[in-house]
C-alpha cells in the first residue's frame, strides 16, 4: 500500500490552462504539505494543513490554491499557468507538524508547462 | 531567518567513506533529518536525531550533531554505488521541514 500517492506522476501542459494535482495519504496523519522543487532541486514549501485548515502559505502566488476536502486529501489547484510553474511538487504528511519520524513524502508530480 | 546550507557535490570511491556536512540556523529545532533522493524518486527519511543527541548511529549510518555550532554531519560508512544520489539535510520548523540545498554524491569505482 502506497502511504502517500499523488496523480498524476507527470503533466505537459500549455501555459495559460488550469490543472490540479491530488495527494492521498493513508497514514492517519493529521497534518499534510505541498512542497516545490525547482530545476536546481532546491525544496521549499508551500502549503502546510493541519486537520483541513490552512496552517502555512509561504507567499505562493494566488494563482495556487489548496483544498483539504478531509484529513486525508490534500489536493493542488494552479489556475493560468506559467513558464515558471515547471518544477517537482512532492506532497507529503506527518503527525502534528513534526516528529521523530519526519514526514512521508510522495513520489512527486513532475509538471511541465511548455 | 531560515537557513539550512550544504556543499552541493561531493565524489567518493567505492569502498570509501562519505561524510556530507550541514549547517542549520534555528537552535530550537527539536529535531534535524536527513533524506535521501535518487533520481527521477521522491525523498527517502534516511534518519534522524533528536536535538539532545549528540551522536547517531544506524548500521553504515552514523550523524553527528553539535549543537553549538549548529552542525550537523552524515558519514556513510563503506560507500556503495547504490548510495550515489542527493542528501538533503532538514531542519523542523514550525509545522514545516527546512531543506539545503541538497550534496549530490557521486561514488565512482
Known amino acids: 500500500d502506497t502511504a502517500v500517492s499523488q496523480t498524476p506522476k507527470y503533466l505537459v501542459t500549455q501555459m495559460g490552462n488550469d490543472k490540479s494535482i491530488k495527494c492521498e495519504q493513508n497514514l492517519g496523519h493529521d497534518t499534510m504539505y505541498w512542497y516545490k522543487q525547482d530545476s536546481k532541486k532546491f525544496l521549499k514549501i508551500m502549503f502546510s494543513?493541519?486537520?483541513?485548515?490552512?496552517?502555512i502559505n509561504e507567499t505562493v502566488p494566488n494563482r495556487f490554491s489548496p483544498k483539504s476536502p478531509d484529513k486525508a486529501h490534500l489536493n493542488l489547484h494552479i489556475n493560468s499557468l506559467e513558464l515558471g510553474d515547471s518544477a517537482v511538487y512532492f506532497c507529503?504528511?506527518?503527525?502534528?507538524?513534526?516528529?521523530?519520524?519526519?514526514?512521508?513524502f510522495g513520489s512527486g508530480t513532475r509538471l511541465t508547462v511548455v | 531567518g531560515e537557513d539550512v546550507e550544504q556543499s552541493l557535490f561531493l565524489s567518493v570511491r567505492e569502498g570509501d567513506s562519505s561524510v556530507i556536512n550541514c549547517t542549520y540556523t534555528d537552535s530550537s529545532s527539536t529535531y534535524l533529518y536527513w533524506y535521501k533522493q535518487e533520481p527521477g524518486a521522491g525523498l527517502q527519511l534516511l534518519t534522524y536525531i533528536f536535538s539532545n543527541m549528540d551522536m547517531k548511529q544506524d548500521q553504515r549510518l552514523t550523524v553527528l550533531l553539535n549543537k553549538k555550532d549548529k552542525h550537523l554531519s552524515l558519514r556513510i560508512a563503506d560507500t556503495q554505488t547504490g548510495d550515489s544520489a542527493i542528501y538533503f539535510c532538514?531542519?523542523?520548523?514550525?509545522?514545516?521541514?527546512?531543506f539545503g540545498a541538497g550534496t549530490r554524491l557521486a561514488v565512482h569505482p
Open positions: 494543513y493541519n486537520n483541513k485548515e490552512l496552517i
Open positions: 507529503a504528511s506527518s503527525r502534528q507538524g513534526q516528529g521523530a519520524y519526519g514526514y512521508t
Open positions: 532538514a531542519e523542523s520548523g514550525y509545522n514545516k521541514l527546512i
